[in-house]
Antibody
Framework: EVQLLESGGGLVQPGGSLRLSCAAS????????MSWVRQAPGKGLEWVSS????????YYADSVKGRFTISRDNSKNTLSLQMDSLRAEDTALYYC?????????WGQGSLVTVSS | EIVLTQSPGTLSLSPGERATLSCRAS???????LAWYQQKPGQAPRLLIY???SRATGIPDRFSGSGSGTDFTLTISRLEPEDFAVYYC??????????FGQGTKLEIK
């Protein structure tokens, strides 16, 4: 059974940093691209970033480019998202998702709140 | 960036009725790379349809997708109580800027 478990969310001040992690199990992690998709409170879905199975290719939405860094550790089946220079508009539930174009499994999300 | 516009914003129907949800793209979606997701309150989205018309694993056959180019439709043939949720369309043909529609809320009448 595919399982994705996010952690690392919390309250951070504008301009601060936070690192999200996603522990994956139930599938061959290194063979699959992975992504982060976020959802602001009461709003729709927004693709944030994707990474290839090897980690050699990364992609970002314009809204986070230069501030967020996606990475993965295939030896630990873990996906990460380093978020720097956070803004109020980054407040959202961040989902870890399997896939890079189509998202066939999702975690339950980790809430990030950017507020002073 | 391809903008997806879903209609209606809210659809009120009764169990047993047929639901028709629309997703219109601002530009043609290549190779019908269009997906539909269902999201229930407090839950993560679930993939329903990909490639415009292929059902994901475990999705009941009352869910069907159709369309091409810029106009796509999700149809639920006979609504079950568990089908009332928010539905999102997503295009994944324009790499890597994969965009979602704003969602259609399907509520019980």
């Amino acid at each position: 059974e595919v399982q994705l478990l996010e952690s690392g969310g919390g309250l951070v001040q504008p301009g601060g940093s936070l690192r999200l992690s996603c522990a994956a199990s139930g599938f061959t992690f290194s063979s699959n691209a992975m992504s982060w998709v976020r959802q602001a409170p009461g709003k729709g879905l927004e693709w944030v970033s994707s990474i290839s199975g090897t980690g050699g290719n990364t992609y970002y939405a314009d809204s986070v480019k230069g501030r967020f860094t996606i990475s993965r550790d295939n030896s630990k089946n873990t996906l990460s998202l380093q978020m720097d220079s956070l803004r109020a508009e980054d407040t959202a539930l961040y989902y870890c998702a399997k896939g890079s174009t189509l998202f066939d499994f999702w975690g339950q999300g980790s809430l990030v709140t950017v507020s002073s | 960036e391809i903008v997806l516009t879903q209609s209606p914003g809210t659809l009120s129907l009764s169990p047993g009725e047929r639901a028709t949800l629309s997703c219109r793209a601002s530009q043609s979606v290549s190779s019908s790379y269009l997906a539909w997701y269902q999201q229930k309150p407090g839950q993560a989205p679930r993939l329903l349809i990909y490639g415009a018309s292929s059902r994901a694993t475990g999705i009941p056959d009352r869910f069907s997708g159709s369309g091409s180019g810029t106009d796509f439709t999700l149809t639920i043939s006979r609504l079950e109580p568990e089908d009332f949720a928010v539905y999102y369309c997503q295009q994944y043909g324009r790499s890597p800027r994969y965009t979602f529609g704003q969602g259609t809320k399907l509520e019980i009448k």
